[in-house]
């Protein structure tokens, strides 16, 4: 089993910042990609940031400049800072990891989502 958890959501003004944290833990062999996805009311999921294992990294256009993805490879941990927040960022963050478990079995796996509400 893996399992991921996402923290750091909250309420902003526009302009502000957000830090969030993404947790993976359980039976994980080895995680090759892990990214920050979002859904807007209305709108469909839509990629945010992908870490790539390699160190790529890769942002949505509308974040670009603002955004940064981390990854600690050793904690399986992954952050998104985000900066000068509009109101347009407003959305469910999901965290996603794709690895093998200790079995060698492939996985996707997606957190809860934490909410980030931006407000004018």
């Known amino acids: 089993q893996v399992q991921l958890v996402e923290s750091g959501g909250g309420s902003v003004h526009t302009g502000g910042s957000l830090r969030l944290s993404c947790a993976a833990s359980g039976s994980i062999g080895s995680i090759s990609t892990m990214g920050w996805y979002r859904k807007a009311p209305g709108e469909e999921r839509e990629l945010v940031a992908q870490s790539f294992s390699g160190g790529r990294t890769k942002y949505a256009d509308s974040v670009k400049g603002r955004f940064t993805i981390s990854r600690d490879n050793a904690k399986n941990t992954l952050a998104l800072q985000m900066n000068n927040l509009p109101p347009e960022d407003t959305a469910v963050y999901y965290c996603?990891?794709?690895?093998?478990?200790?079995?060698?079995?492939?996985?996707?796996?997606w957190g809860q989502g934490t909410q980030v509400t931006v407000s004018s």
């Open positions: 996603k990891a794709d690895g093998f478990d200790s079995a060698w079995a492939p996985f996707n796996m």
